[in-house]
């Protein structure tokens, strides 16, 4: 294992556990430079983690002489770190230097051993990181944490990032329960249909189901929003056949976890259904300024909006999560736009507008309704409900235009 590797490892497990870079230059020169991450307090139950500045050097030193060289140019830009994670190899660096140079500059030094194997000092002074694979990890039990990163390589590589997002927020109630709220009304809509006499079970999946079906169940119908303004919601409910349902559970399970971990349940919740009615509103206004009827279902605005959520979150919390993710999502997301407006431009019945006001409704609660990510604090429900009511008053003002439009 290379001093890079472990310096990536180190890393990896300090943004974890909820450190931060304390500059832009030293997120996106981590690899190359030594970086400063701010480390905060941890329960001493769980972890023993001093607080405070860490400095990772990504390269090993020469030996000691190198090592104290480096601290003084360190001290005279101003820089006071807590903690000193090296990646070291032990016979350059006597365990009485380390002391020394601790003592002196007034912090911990931590050196990570690139060579297998054994302990090589104080439990103060040194560490080894020679294995990472789960035996090892097991037979470790009883060492510092540094020694039981896993082997996930590049700590900036997004999926990194993600697993970590899983470990602080396993559970997404919401996604669940929006995927289970749909797959259960398209399960009641079709025994329905296949209880009237002219329907039949397999019939009514192959072929879905008719205009007077879907405005009956609450679709989004220009000729009946004036006075059932309701249906704006309904109809992110419904679909209109089993493909139609299946593309749009099958992307809202991909979006939604991540957003859902990223934003937080309850934030997510709302974003999800402030999506929704964006997306209705947007199709019935766009219908209105074409003049004709239209009949409009789907959750497609509201996976727009989880789309949007996650790129919102991203703008807003920017240095928040690891460069390499920020640009990551940017891109997925530009290309998941293009690739469904494309589709819509090529097959009539698709309603981009709904697409397009979920995306933007999504996008500004996702970046209004955004936090720091565990275990920062979190924005108080009090916040967010004003935050949410003010866009529901945002798209009563353009739902009352769209209707003034329909005439």
Partial sequence: MTAGDLSALVQQFLLFHGARYTSRADEENWKTVPVTLQVPPQPIEALQLAAGPWVVVPWRLAGADHLQVWLERL???????????????????????????????????V????DPPGVTGTAQAALVAHAFDAD?????????????????????DPQV??????????????????????????????????ARPEGGLWSTVAGGFGTGQLVAWGANATGHMAAEPWRLLTSAFLHGNLL??????????????????????????????LSALGGAVASFGWHALQGGPSVSVGASGAVFGVLGATVGFALARRDTIPSHVYRALLRSGGMFVLINVGLGLAVPVID??????????????????SRELPPGPQPQLGTQAA???????VLGIVFRVALGLAG
Avoid at 79 to 93: F, G, I
Avoid at 173 to 192: E, K, Q
């Fill in 136 to 156: 090892m990890q097991r037979s470790m039990a009883s060492c510092n944490p540094l020694v039981h990163l896993a082997a996930t390589g590049d700590a900036r």
């Fill in 161 to 194: 990032f993600l697993e970590r997002l899983r470990h602080a927020a396993p559970q997404v109630p919401v996604t669940r329960s929006m995927t289970g709220i749909n797959v259960l009304v398209y399960a009641a809509m079709v025994f329905a249909a296949a």
């Fill in 352 to 369: 981009n507008a709904a697409h397009l006001g979920g995306l933007v409704t999504g996008t500004a609660a996702g970046a209004a309704l």
């Fill in 75 to 109: 001290a005279a830009s101003g820089s006071r770190p807590r903690v000193l994670v090296l990646a070291q190899d032990r016979a350059l660096l006597a365990e009485h230097h380390v002391l020394q140079l601790a003592t002196a500059h007034r912090l911990d030094i």
């Fill in 387 to 393: 935050i949410a009511v003010g866009f529901l008053l």
């Fill in 244 to 273: 139609h349902i299946a593309m749009n559970l099958l992307a809202l399970w991909q979006l939604g976890a991540m957003a859902e971990r990223l934003l937080g349940s309850r934030a997510f919740g709302a974003a999800y259904l």
């Fill in 111 to 114: 050196a990570l051993c690139a």
